[in-house]
């Protein structure tokens, strides 16, 4: 598996929907549960993201999937960013 950093930020539709039903962050976290990819933590964070999910996925095409269904849903944009454990990347420098 290989970990990813999904970076959201919601649109006003997804604003809106947050408003209304604050739970509806935790049924993002189970749809992406629910398509083979594993969350290891979710955040809510200040600044030009509004939410953070670290995940591990079985490849690159499962997390761009994922990505694309969250963002066609309207109420995130989604950054996708693979990420690397510093010891390997030491490694890589070595």
Known sequence: MAT???????TDEGAEKLRQHP???EEV???LESTGVRVIAQYAVLGPYD????????DNRSVVRVSAQLTLRGSLR??????????DF???LR
């Open 4 to 10: 990813y950093i999904l970076l959201g930020t919601l």
């Open 23 to 25: 739970e509806w962050i």
């Open 29 to 31: 976290r189970q749809d």
């Open 51 to 58: 939410i953070i999910n670290i995940v591990d996925a079985p």
């Open 78 to 87: 989604i950054t996708t960013l693979p990420a690397l454990p510093i010891e």
């Open 90 to 92: 030491i490694a890589t």
